[in-house]
Each structure stands twice: as structure tokens, then as C-alpha cells.
């Protein structure tokens, strides 16, 4: 008797029943819907339109569910010091022969990687305090790793504290290699900022605090700490350098906090944005975002930056205005058709605002080593 075709034969038989052409047109197809579903989620913090984000791939949901969409902020925070060392012509290997630069990686993937264990780790305390629930701006522009029913508390728990060894791993390598305990320095007073941010018993975000924690972690301290892996070395003026993408970063917190005041204000989380009003802070995020311009364009002519960045901050602002002029203006009643974040209005805005400035930074930065400027 005959036995009836395993799954695997079921397959090749009908992969290759197709003509080679179509087999062909059907693998582009597939690797178009790839791209298209990680920029969406890469770039709108979403499935793609008419898309089930649980039938995404794997790495898709992941990266969807740990909001990888706002790692963009790290890569720089981290990444200045790594290149502004390089400009520099810092970056030096330890007395024991340890590469500068690959110490210096460590602490840039450390910083990533520690900022998507706080992502989740935020979400898993906000979900146990009660506010990332349906009709909290959380639970509802993007899936929640819990809310959403994607994990149990118990296995998030699990995922945050693996994330966060890894970043502690790569963290305590470039501490040891180096033999510099102000890079644990730096590191712990990272970790107590970021997770106080929501946790107790600091609840920055609740003190009306949260802001300034930004402020601090995503300038000098992940700026200033990739440096010091990189060159065993660290002074004022590499933390002054560090500001200008800190004030972008708060500029962004803002523009979030903007859009979930009266949820916060509701269920008395007193952020900074709640403290100030609605007004003061849609005025507050447009001085953050200016000062970040001005000072990128500024440290390029005084040299502390290449001067090539200062244009490039020039054209970077002019093309950040129509993003701007969003951030000033109060949130519409409803979102445009096909909007995908909402309830979140003004924190795509203040992140698109930023974004030239990202490329300023990065461009310049490199420009300037490459042509020695």
C-alpha cells in the first residue's frame, strides 16, 4: 500500500510544479513583503497596512514587540563617542594589547542592547502598575509584549533580565579589558537612571524627572561611556559634545509625554510635560530640538566638532521645519487616514524633526575623519 507524501515531499512537489519564472517572481514577492514588513516596523513602529502583525516573522515580532523603532536614538547616543574618538584620533589599544576598537564596539552594543531590555522592562512595570492597559496611548499604537497576550509577565521577566546580562557582559569586558572602573561608574549610574526611570523606588517619570534622566543617559553617559572604552580616556570637552544629541533625545520624551499628557494626568503620573501643561511643553519640545541644531552647527565652528557638520546642522534644520511646525501646533481631534500611530502624534514628529541631525552628526563626523577636517 501505497504511504501518502510527508509534508516535506508535499512541498518541493508543489515548489517545483511551478514554472521557473513564477518561482521566481514568487521569491522576489516574498523578499519585497520581507523589506516592506521591517521598514514598517523598523521605521513606523507597525505591521504594515493590512497585515496581522502575529503572523510577522519571528525577528519582526520581536523587534515590533521591544520597540526597535527608537534604537535610532542609542546607535547615535552610543555611536558619537565611538566616532568622535575616531575624528579625534583617540581610539587607543590597553597596555595589554586589547584593540580600543573593539572595546569600544563592546560598550556601543552593551548601550543597545541595554536600551531594549529598558524598553521592555518599562513596559512589564507600567503593565503591573496598571496604566499599559486598552485606552492607555501604550496598549494601543503598538502591541504590548503582555497586553497584546505575545508573553506571559513571567517569560517577559525572563527576556528582560538575558537582554540585560548581555549588556552587563559587554559592559564589565570593556571595564575589565581596559581596567578603568569609571566605565562601571558610568554604567551603573546608566542602569540606576534607566530603570528608576519608571521603577521604584526613584519613578523618575513620576517625579516630573524622567526628562533630565534622558537628558543625562543619552548624552554624556552613553556618549562619554563609549569614548572612554574606546580611548581609556575622558574630558569635558567630549562630554559637552555629547549634549546636543541628549537635548534631541528629550526633545523626543517630550514630544511622547505631549501626546499621553491627559492619560498621565489622569492616573496622576506626573511626568515634566504634565507638570508644565500641554502649551509650555509643545514650546519646550521646539527649544530642545533648536538647541540641538544650534549647538551641532555651533561645535562644528568652534571645532569641536568637524567643521563640516555645521552645514550639514544648517541644511539638516531646514529640512526638519515642516517636522517642527507639527511639533508647535496641538494634536488634531483624529488621525489623518492611514495615520498608524495613533494615539502618538507629537513624538513622530519630534522624531522626524530629529532625525537630520542624527545624519549630521554621523556624516559629519565621518566626512571629517576621511578628509582630515
Not at 496598549?139 to 540585560?164: E, N, V
Given at each position: 500500500m501505497a504511504q501518502p507524501p510527508c509534508a516535506l515531499t508535499s512541498f518541493l512537489r508543489a515548489n517545483h510544479s511551478l514554472p521557473p519564472k513564477a518561482r521566481s517572481t514568487e521569491t522576489r514577492q516574498n523578499r519585497g513583503m520581507a523589506l516592506k514588513t521591517y521598514a514598517s516596523v523598523l521605521l513606523r513602529q507597525s505591521a504594515p497596512a493590512g497585515v496581522d502583525w502575529k503572523s510577522m516573522p519571528r525577528l519582526a515580532r520581536a523587534l515590533l514587540l521591544a520597540r526597535a523603532s527608537v534604537l535610532p536614538l542609542t546607535v547615535v547616543g552610543s555611536g558619537q563617542g565611538l566616532l568622535y574618538a575616531?575624528?579625534?584620533?583617540?581610539?587607543?589599544?590597553?597596555?595589554a594589547g586589547v584593540s580600543g576598537l573593539l572595546l569600544g564596539l563592546a560598550a556601543f552594543v552593551g548601550a543597545n542592547l541595554a536600551h531594549a531590555a529598558n524598553n521592555l522592562a518599562n513596559d512589564w512595570r507600567d503593565y503591573h502598575d496598571g496604566l499599559d492597559r486598552p485606552g492607555y496611548p501604550r496598549?494601543?499604537?503598538?502591541?504590548?509584549?503582555?497586553?497584546?497576550?505575545?508573553?506571559?509577565?513571567?517569560?517577559?521577566?525572563?527576556?528582560?533580565?538575558?537582554?540585560?546580562?548581555l549588556a552587563a557582559l559587554l559592559g564589565g569586558f570593556a571595564m575589565v579589558m581596559r581596567s578603568e572602573p569609571l566605565l562601571g561608574v558610568f554604567a551603573v549610574a546608566g542602569l540606576i537612571l534607566s530603570w528608576g526611570y519608571t521603577d521604584p523606588p526613584l519613578r523618575l517619570k513620576r517625579r516630573g524627572l524622567g526628562e533630565l534622566s534622558v537628558l543625562l543617559v543619552w548624552g554624556p553617559l552613553m556618549?562619554?561611556?563609549?569614548y572612554l572604552a574606546a580611548t581609556g580616556t575622558i574630558d569635558g570637552t567630549v562630554l559637552l559634545a555629547t549634549l546636543?544629541?541628549?537635548?534631541?533625545?528629550?526633545?523626543?520624551?517630550?514630544?511622547?509625554?505631549?501626546?499621553?499628557i491627559e492619560a498621565d494626568s489622569s492616573r496622576g503620573v506626573g511626568t515634566f510635560v504634565v507638570r508644565i501643561g500641554e502649551r509650555r511643553a509643545r514650546a519646550g519640545t521646539l527649544l530642545l530640538l533648536s538647541v540641538g541644531y544650534i549647538s551641532v552647527a555651533l561645535f562644528g565652528l568652534l571645532g569641536i566638532f568637524p567643521w563640516i557638520v555645521a552645514p550639514l546642522a544648517g541644511?539638516?534644520?531646514?529640512?526638519?521645519?515642516?517636522?517642527?511646525?507639527?511639533?508647535a501646533a496641538p494634536r488634531p481631534s483624529a488621525p489623518p487616514a492611514g495615520y498608524p500611530l495613533w494615539p502618538l502624534w507629537h513624538v513622530g514628529a519630534a522624531f522626524l524633526a530629529g532625525r537630520p541631525a542624527m545624519g549630521?552628526?554621523?556624516?559629519?563626523?565621518?566626512?571629517?575623519?576621511?578628509?582630515?577636517?
Open positions: 575616531w575624528w579625534k584620533g583617540s581610539i587607543s589599544d590597553t597596555s496598549a494601543d499604537y503598538s502591541p504590548h509584549p503582555i497586553a497584546s497576550g505575545a508573553m506571559s509577565s513571567r517569560t517577559l521577566f525572563l527576556t528582560i533580565a538575558i537582554i540585560t546580562g556618549g562619554g561611556g563609549t546636543p544629541w541628549g537635548a534631541i533625545a528629550t526633545a523626543v520624551l517630550f514630544g511622547k509625554h505631549l501626546d499621553k541644511l539638516g534644520a531646514l529640512s526638519a521645519l515642516p517636522a517642527m511646525k507639527i511639533v549630521a552628526l554621523f556624516v559629519g563626523l565621518i566626512l571629517g575623519t576621511l578628509l582630515g577636517v
